[in-house]
């Protein structure tokens, strides 16, 4: 992923300069590949030989056997659970493997996927992992840009940022990633296009996109809210496709739509083509603050996810919100 080449040769500057911190945060975009990036890191740090000049590990130490098996004891991983959240039983658990010992390797890495689902019980268990660190162990935070980490928790890290590459480089990356697929199962090239263009030219997201069955849920869902802003859907049948999806995923959709519609007022071009043209309607009918008043409203049910919403209730919740946009049609006197 040629697109993380800058971040890394920035991180390996400061492990050269023995600057690695305790705690990284590592940001960018959902899809750009930032825990691929952590467990490139994690695998280096543990490796017995490892290369600094080439920032990579030699690849055949025992360390290096475990890290390739997926086995490795002296790497954690901790991601969100079914509460959407990462628990503070889970960050109890990173708390005594980091006073713990190494079983195998000489340090230990815990990646927290992510850090921005900690609530706040658990960021303040973490709090004390960050202000006490002990010497072998360095903890890697993933955080999706756009959503907040606790200040308490950012001050006591490092910062590191991923861009996200260009659509030539993504579109690149995409058709080789493609390539590897059966004959039936491998998408046409217009349809790598139209992933790309949805995920924001994250390639990773772009990949899940193209490779699952949710363009063709969002396009359902696109028709459904097309149809609905004319009146011509109640809101539970418009936001059928939006369940389908499940809750992350339309509230990704409606947050891209919203951004659009705060680009377009400010006489910027919409990255879903398709839906350009209601969205440019709206934004002709509507002041700019109207698209940041939808972004609060689908933050909010971001929130709200936490305590297992239903997905159809908040999907009707904000097409409804949407609908509002809509200018009011005046009756003619008969």
């Avoid at 300069?17 to 740090?45: D, I, M, Q, S, Y």
């Avoid at 162990?137 to 001050?155: A, D, F, K, N």
Wanted: with cysteine; proline share 5%.
């Amino acid at each position: 992923m040629a697109w993380l080449q800058d971040s890394w040769d920035r991180l390996m500057q400061r492990m050269t300069g023995g600057r690695l911190p305790h705690a990284l945060l590592v940001t960018g975009e959902h899809g750009v590949g930032k825990r691929l990036f952590a467990n490139a890191l994690a695998g280096l740090l543990v490796c017995e030989r490892p290369d600094m000049d080439g920032g990579s590990p030699c690849g055949s130490c025992k360390q290096c056997e475990l890290v390739a098996a997926g086995t490795h004891p002296d790497i954690r991983i901790y991601t969100p659970e079914k509460s959407r959240m990462i628990r503070i039983d889970q960050i109890r658990a990173l708390s005594s493997f980091a006073v713990g010992s190494p079983q195998v390797a000489a340090r230990k890495v815990a990646i927290i996927d992510r850090a921005d689902q900690l609530n706040i019980n658990s960021a303040n268990a973490l709090l004390k992992t960050l202000e006490e660190p002990a010497d072998d162990v360095t903890l890697v935070l993933l955080q999706e840009s756009g959503r907040p980490v606790l200040p308490t928790i950012r001050s006591r890290c490092q910062s590191l940022l991923i861009g996200t590459p260009g659509r030539e480089q993504a579109a690149q990356w995409l058709v080789a990633a493609v390539k590897d697929l059966d004959d039936d199962s491998r998408p046409t090239p217009e349809q790598c296009e139209k992933a790309l263009g949805l995920a924001a030219n994250a390639p990773r997201l772009a990949f899940e996109y193209v490779t699952g069955d949710f363009i063709t849920v969002r396009d359902e869902a696109l028709e459904n809210f097309r149809r609905f802003m004319k009146g011509q859907l109640s809101v539970g049948e418009a936001a059928r496709p939006f369940k389908a999806m499940g809750l992350e995923s339309a509230l990704w959709l409606f947050e891209g739509w919203a951004g659009d519609l705060a680009r377009i007022a400010a006489g910027g071009q919409p990255r879903d083509g398709e839906a350009a043209e209601m969205l440019t309607f709206l934004a002709n009918h509507n002041p700019a603050w109207r698209a940041h008043e939808l972004l609060d409203a689908i933050h909010e049910s971001r929130s709200a996810g936490v305590y297992n919403v239903n997905p159809e209730l908040e999907a009707g919740r904000l097409l409804i919100a949407w609908q509002k946009l809509m200018p009011v049609r005046r009756q003619t006197a008969g």
